[in-house]
């Protein structure tokens, strides 16, 4: 009778200190979500864009004014299937001979999931390499920034 007793009495303790255990859970896990969502946020002010679809395919001086693209034979596929993935800076920035911009397109296809060009390779190769063939400049200019903010 005895060890019956002495049972019970381990079985009360430990349902004792499971309960006390998680309720302390319940207390800290409430606090923790209660102090992580009452924070003040902190205000981003957003920046308008101004939006004009009739200024997208608008070309001055010979230069594409969305982009910055050379107007030329090809540069529609070029702005197609390069900014895309990435900035039409990064194409206009650069310099390079047909193999070179041919080698960089067989690395995006390799290493950056770039899709098969098809028949637009030839015409995106042919622009490319005729409007940002390498010159004699030395180092590329520096890139214009138009408006410079602070990031808060």
């Known amino acids: 009778m005895r060890m019956k007793d002495n049972f019970k009495k381990q079985i009360k303790a430990l349902t004792k200190i499971l309960a006390s255990f998680l309720l302390l859970m319940l207390v800290l896990f409430g606090g923790l979500f209660y102090f992580a969502n009452s924070k003040p946020k902190s205000h981003v ?3 308008p864009v101004e939006d004009s679809v009739e200024d997208f ?6 230069i594409h004014v969305a982009t910055g693209f050379i107007d030329d034979e090809g540069m529609q596929a070029t702005i197609q299937n ?4 990435h900035s039409a ?6 310099r390079m001979s047909r193999e070179g911009w041919k080698a960089t397109i067989v690395w995006m296809q390799e290493t950056q999931n770039l899709w098969d060009l098809g028949v637009n390779e030839e015409l995106i190769l042919n622009y490319l390499s005729k409007n940002y063939a390498p010159t004699d400049k030395g180092r590329r200019q520096n890139l214009e920034v138009a408006e410079w903010y602070e990031l808060n």
């Open 82 to 85: 390069c900014t895309a993935c």
């Open 57 to 62: 395919d608008k070309v001055e001086n010979g």
């Open 89 to 94: 800076k990064l194409v206009t920035q650069n």
């Open 45 to 47: 002010e957003e920046i």
